[in-house]
């Protein structure tokens, strides 16, 4: 649990390769990009190491996967209704079967 605000990619950057998180820089990635990494680093930085142990290519793909899916959730006529109805984004995407964890 975090009892502060963190800057995108700091939890990241803990768990990481200094010359992975240069290449999701360099690669464009978005701040929504820099949130799953965070994320995943919070709760479940073995892994994300694992991941990373794969190579970049697999580490991009399977961002990219989880990226898409949460993009296309959250812009979805149906999130507009639940966030108006005051759910959070992790309640939509749970109901909507959008696992956030990396396994």
Same mark, same amino acid.
């Given at each position: 649990m975090l009892d502060r605000r963190t800057?995108?990619?700091e939890i990241a950057c803990g768990v990481l390769k200094q010359e992975t998180i240069h290449a999701i820089h360099e690669d464009g990635y978005t701040i929504t990009a820099f949130r $799953? *990494?965070?994320r995943w680093a919070? =709760?479940?930085? +073995? +892994?994300l190491k694992r991941l990373e142990a794969q190579? $970049?290519?697999a580490f991009e793909e399977? *961002? =990219?996967a989880q990226l898409y899916m949460e993009v296309d959730a959250y812009n979805s006529e149906s999130a507009r209704r639940a966030f108006q109805q005051g759910w959070s984004v992790y309640e939509f995407y749970e109901a909507v079967g959008i696992d956030t964890e990396l396994r």
């Open positions: 800057e995108p990619l $799953i *990494l965070d919070l =709760n479940s930085p +073995a +892994a190579g $970049i290519m399977r *961002l =990219n």
